[in-house]
């Protein structure tokens, strides 16, 4: 039987012959490792898909001296962190929308949200939370005291948690 440092060698002259039993010998650990983050097995298919994909197109970069399969176990650790990061869902503390979700629904949804707050506090919200900008940037947008900017988020938070409250009370 080859060993993965074989397989590789053969990949990087261009020969693709063996990838199936290279994939035979590789996979379990690969799954496992996209797993540990990732529960739908639909998903985890995808992503393997991906990261062999990543790893053919990198094989010219893998020093045969290291360990191989650790190359390719970080390269579908890092591609399901991606995945996590791109469908992470935006959370005001305990307030969570979904960006999976409906987007159009979701973004109706925040603007409703940011409609209860004073001007002032929707554009510190809006700048930290869609524009994804540090605190200490927004004072300087808003020429106020850093400590200030902090002090009106985390109001505008507790502001939004009752106005959510008070929705959901409504309705049930």
């Known amino acids: 039987m080859a060993t993965i440092a074989s397989y590789i060698q053969s990949f990087q002259k261009g020969q693709f012959e063996d990838f199936d039993q290279f994939y035979h010998l590789t996979s379990k650990q690969v799954f496992f490792t996209l797993k540990k983050y990732i529960q739908d097995g639909m998903l985890i298919e995808d992503l393997m898909q991906e990261v062999y994909m990543k790893f053919i197109n990198k094989v010219q970069d893998i020093d045969q001296q290291k360990n191989s399969m650790s190359y390719l176990t970080t390269m579908a650790r890092n591609l399901a962190i991606d ?54 940037d927004i004072a300087l947008i808003v020429d106020m005291p850093l400590g200030t900017v902090l002090w009106r988020y985390q109001q505008a938070l507790k502001t939004m948690k009752e106005v959510l409250s008070n929705a959901s009370k409504k309705t049930t």
């Open 83 to 136: 995945h996590l990061r791109k469908t992470k869902p935006v959370t005001f503390d305990e307030i969570t929308v979904y960006q999976a979700l409906d987007e159009h629904q979701v973004t109706q949804d925040y603007l409703w949200l940011l409609n209860h707050l004073k001007p002032e506090d929707k554009d510190i919200v809006y700048m930290h939370v869609v524009e994804s900008m540090k605190f200490k």
